[in-house]
Structure formats: C-alpha cells, structure tokens
C-alpha cells in the first residue's frame, strides 16, 4: 500500500484535477443554460432552480433567427469542409507525384505563407473583397460566398502541406504498379491515393469544419445582415451589450450548436485515430 500510495497516487490526484479542470467549463455552461436568471451566477454547486426558458426564448423570440444562423453556418462549414477536401487532395496529390514547372517555388511558396499569422492579412482581405464588392456583388464584402472564398483560401497551405505528407508516405511503387498496368494520373489519384488516404481526408474536413464552425473574426467582419450571420457571431449579441447581457441565452444556444460537431466527431472517430499521425512521419 505505501509503495502504490508514493508511486501511483499523485497520478490519479493530477489525472483528477486535469479532469475537473477541463470538465468545469463544460458544466458551468449547462449550468447557466438551465439558469432561469440568465447569468453565470449559481448560488450553489447543484443549483435548485432548472428552467427551459433560455432554450424556449431561442426558438420563440422572433428577434433571434437562431436556427437561421444555425443553417448559415452549417452549409458555410460544410462547404469549406468538402472543398478543402477536394482541393487540398488534388494539390497534395500533384506536388508529391506530378512533375511540372513551378513545383518547387509553389511548395515553398506555401511553406513560407504559414510562418505569419492569419491575423495579419485581415486588413488586406478587408480591401481586397470590398473592392470585389463592386464588380461581383455576390461574391464580396458582406456576403456568405466571399466569406467561404476567404475561408478557403485561409485553410489551403496548411491543409496541403498535411495531405502531402501523407501522400509522401505511400509507397511509389504502387504508383508504378498502377503505371505498368495503364492507369493514368489520375486513375491513380482516385483508385490508389483516395482509398488510401480516406483517415487523413477524414481529420483534414473535420478540422476545416471545426475551424470555420467556431470562427469569429472574419465572420463578425463579413456578415453584418442578421440573417446572413453564423451562429458564433449571432450568439456574441447576446453577451455584447452592455446593459443586456444574456449569459443563459448564449450559454443555451452554445449547447444546441455543438451537438453537430459531436455527432460528425463521433461518426468520423474510426478514421481519426488512424489519421491523425497519418502525414506527421515518412516512411
């Protein structure tokens, strides 16, 4: 028993306050969902008071298209998610087994783009679709698609430098199998390297749609419409007043919203262990 308390007991203490340190969180936000005062403050650790009142005010109130933002941001998230799939397999693809001119100045070209912070290009982004605006209305500052062009163009290098990784970890010689048998480039693109790569596919979408589900910035920069907003920007209107501070609506609408990210979480989940250390080596 003395040997098990000095060898293992600490651990089991940090593995609990790790634990209850990350579980806190969590639980103060269902808490303040339940609260029927709307704020954060609980007067105990179980609390005696539970109400839907905050769930009921945002599908009741018609001042807050709360499942508006919830399908705004769902097809935003799902369209970055695919095409980054799409267009971050194909690049990879082609800079780890194409041969063509440019190819060396376009992969460090990449590289060095994600050594500064997106954060640095907000003002240039700010121009650029703003002057978009005045020729393609539909695609420039305030709009869902330009939003999605900037989140695409956002995600890109990192999402094609992990997907090459992973493609650099196929063997060549199935390509030259493949080769030897007539398959073309792009036969083998969809025959060897999508069958293949379906774990990293896999945590590449999940990450994009994640990403863009969450993100804030650019969306409270780009969506100004009420009904055109996601559901992070909408429910920061409930919590940014200054004298109508909602902390139960925001702390129920954030519940609701990431019920998806759980279930897509859990349905990819057999892929994810296998790909997430799928680009990290070669070899």
Do not use: C
Request: hydrophobic share 55%.
């Amino acid at each position: 028993m003395n040997k098990w308390i000095t060898d293992n007991l600490w651990r089991h203490v940090v593995g609990v306050l790790v634990a209850f340190f990350a579980l806190f969180p969590l639980y103060l936000v269902i808490i303040s969902s339940v609260n029927p005062t709307g704020s954060l403050q609980v007067s105990s650790f179980i609390p005696t008071e539970f109400s839907l009142k905050n769930y009921q005010q945002l599908f009741n109130d018609p001042t807050i298209p709360y499942l508006v933002w919830m399908k705004n941001t769902l097809l935003i998230s799902g369209a970055v998610a695919i095409l980054s799939v799409i267009i971050g397999a194909s690049s990879a693809f082609a800079f780890s087994r194409l041969r063509f001119k440019g190819k060396k100045f376009g992969i460090q070209l990449l590289f060095l783009v994600q050594m500064f912070p997106a954060i640095l290009a907000l003002s240039a982004v700010y121009v650029i679709m703003e002057r978009v605006y005045n020729f393609a209305p539909g695609y420039g500052l305030g709009t869902q698609p330009g939003l999605l062009l900037v989140y695409l163009g956002g995600a890109m290098g990192v999402n094609i430098w992990l997907l090459k990784g992973f493609v650099d970890s196929i063997p060549i010689e199935l390509d030259e199998a493949a080769k030897v048998d007539g398959a073309s480039a792009m036969q083998t693109y969809w025959q060897i390297f999508i069958p293949l790569a379906a774990p990293i596919l896999a945590v590449v979408s999940l990450l994009s749609f994640i990403g863009t589900f969450n993100e804030f910035i650019l969306a409270r920069l780009f969506l100004v419409d009420m009904n055109s907003r996601t559901i992070a920007v909408g429910l920061q209107g409930f919590i940014g007043g200054q004298y109508s501070q909602n902390w139960g609506a925001f702390a129920a609408g954030s519940i609701i919203a990431s019920i998806p990210i759980v279930i897509i979480f859990l349905s990819l989940q057999k892929y994810i262990i296998s790909g997430l250390t799928a680009g990290s080596v070669k070899g």
